[in-house]
């Protein structure tokens, strides 16, 4: 049962940017408009993450990942999502110059409802966030361990173990922070280092295996609801067994249909 009253309101860019240093801002990601009604009433932030191409598509990475199957989970996502706000991730590729990068965000704009994008990079990709945000869009920016960079990184490795690892996190949040973005997506970071990070800039910091001295928390809803199995990152916590409890279900129903025992006179007509 819920322990949280469901007083929300809705959220924008300009509420989620004052909450620095605030309480902390709660976001989750979702893939379609059935779970992210169910997460709408209990979060600030609905991300549309391409982790969906892993966790649903099956794919071993997130680079393959299109603009169309972006888009077609994000207008999903918006019809769920009543007063979260939604962030569509931009697929690999998607934006490599800042035009491209326009063309593409705007499509999230024009053809759904989603209220901001975001992009995995800092000092290289500020740029492409100042053209973004000058021209009309907001931008949630991703530092840190970056999904996207897995293939060229040879896996995926938490960072600021080094001085200069922990310099060019503070650089990135920076360049970030100063080409306007709202908000910063901080993954895989040492907890004492990500803390440095957020105290650097003037925006919430949202923390995934980044410890709990930032501004919010996000994590990829199948992973924290047991649902996906094949690997769990140390930073998971398993707030349900998922995939047992949908073990027991479909055993339950495949039983019942072996012993014709379903559909019984009340499921008939
Ligand atoms: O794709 C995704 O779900 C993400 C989160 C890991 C932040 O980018």
New binding site residues.
Partial sequence: MSILPNLKKAQTVSSIKERKNQEPIVMI?AYDALFAKLFDPHVDII?V????HMSFGGEKD?LSATMEIMLYHTKAVCKGAKNSLVVA?MPFNSYPTPEIALKNASKFYSQTDAHAV?IEGGTNRAHIAKYLVDNGIAVMG?IGLL?QNSRAEGGYKVKGKSETEQAKLIKDAKALYEAGVFCI?I?GVISSVAKEVSKSVNIPLIG?GAGNEVDGQ?L?WSDAFGFFSDFKPKFVKKYLEGAKLIDEAISCYANEVKMRKFPDEKTSY
Avoid: A, C, R, W
């Fill in positions: 990601t991300l993450g391409d982790s969906l997130t991730d975001k991703h999904p997506v993954e995934i996000v990829v």
